[in-house]
């Protein structure tokens, strides 16, 4: 569960989509150069979703009691303070073999951003179906079944499914401040290479930065190339950190930037122990003695373009 820029809630009815909180921002760090101020009202929900000690009470309230308990942590670049991705973990079965992909994407290519704007400058209407179809997102998982939603002016979210496995996908195709975000778990990791899904990812939104966290809980022998440092195309890697996680777990986190672009900055550490609202670094050199998670107890008692076909929509 990655909350760069929040998430939407969405349900069977169009006008019971719910924008939530982004978890550990300022609503400020959300509207570069007042850009989205418009949608500011969207940005004040009610709890448990303005921050994410109240979200990990609640979600304890229901998943707290699994064999796992409740596993929740905070996870970013101290050189970005602005990007952190917020995890929650609990299973009856924390012996079987999960495996959770996540990449948070920014600076998208401006021509396949514009895919998930309503209106092209020729007047062309897009919705949530045809953007799935030209982004390229309905080939990453062509087996998905996939719920897509597209917001006014401009965005697009998506849940899909597959047997056990999910995954959702979050854009913001706005110039100055694009984002995109891609989830998937549940997925028998011997059926997929994890670089192709990843660079199937990569080719719908084409970032100019991206970092990407497998997550492994339970067996780790049929992960394959999943627990591996990825080897991404047309990007140099700019950090990695492979972390053991308290619950049992292993995290491999990478950021990348794309090869025609200056590199910045240079590896650092990025799993932060989460204390109340806020994260606090962890060593410079990606080593940490101990692995810092925030303990469930803690808080249980807090509260391609247009030139396509027009699809039918
Ligand atoms: C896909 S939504 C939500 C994205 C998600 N929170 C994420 O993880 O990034 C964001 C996009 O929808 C647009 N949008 C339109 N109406 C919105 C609303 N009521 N709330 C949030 N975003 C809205 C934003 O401008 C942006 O391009």
Redesign the pocket.
């Known amino acids: 569960m990655?909350?760069?820029?929040?998430?939407?809630k969405s349900s069977s009815s169009r006008s019971s989509?719910m924008?939530?909180a982004?978890l550990g921002y300022s609503i400020e760090d959300l509207r570069p150069a007042g850009g989205?101020k418009k949608?500011s009202a969207?940005y004040s929900n009610p709890s448990p979703y303005k921050n994410f000690a109240d979200e990990v009470a609640f979600l304890n309230r229901y998943f707290g009691g699994l064999k796992s308990g409740g596993n929740a942590y905070v996870i970013g670049d101290p050189a970005k303070p602005g990007q952190k991705w917020h995890i929650y973990y609990a299973t009856e079965h924390p012996e079987e073999p999960v495996v959770t992909l996540e990449m948070c994407m920014t600076r998208l290519d401006k021509k396949k951003a514009s895919v998930?704007f309503k209106t092209s400058a020729d007047g062309h209407t897009s919705c949530a179906k045809e953007m799935t179809k030209l982004s390229g997102i309905s080939d990453i998982i062509p087996e998905m079944e996939i719920c897509d939603f597209d917001?006014?002016?401009?965005?697009?979210?998506m849940n899909a499914i597959h047997g056990h496995a999910f995954s959702t996908i979050?854009?913001?195709?706005?110039d100055g401040f694009s984002?995109?975000?891609y989830e998937v778990m549940g997925l028998n990791p011997s059926s997929f290479a994890y670089g192709d899904l990843v660079n199937r990812v990569l080719r719908c939104f084409s970032p100019s930065e991206f970092s990407v966290a497998v997550t492994i809980f339970g067996g780790r022998d049929d992960v394959k190339t999943w627990g591996k440092m990825l080897d991404a195309e047309a990007y140099a890697c700019s950090n990695m950190v492979e972390q053991e996680l308290p619950s049992g777990g292993l995290l491999i986190y990478q950021s990348f930037t794309a090869t025609d672009e200056a590199a910045t900055g240079s590896p650092r550490s990025v799993l932060h122990g989460f204390v109340g609202d806020r994260a606090e670094n962890g060593s410079e050199n990606g080593e940490h003695d101990a692995p810092l998670c925030w303990e469930a107890d803690a808080v249980h008692d807090e509260t391609e373009g247009r030139e396509a076909k027009k699809m039918k929509c």
Not at 151 to 157: H, R
Not at 170 to 174: D, G, Q
């Open positions: 990655e909350s760069k820029g929040g998430k939407k989509l924008y939530e982004p989205i949608f969207a998930f917001f006014e002016p401009c965005g697009y979210s979050h854009v913001t195709p706005e984002y995109a975000s």
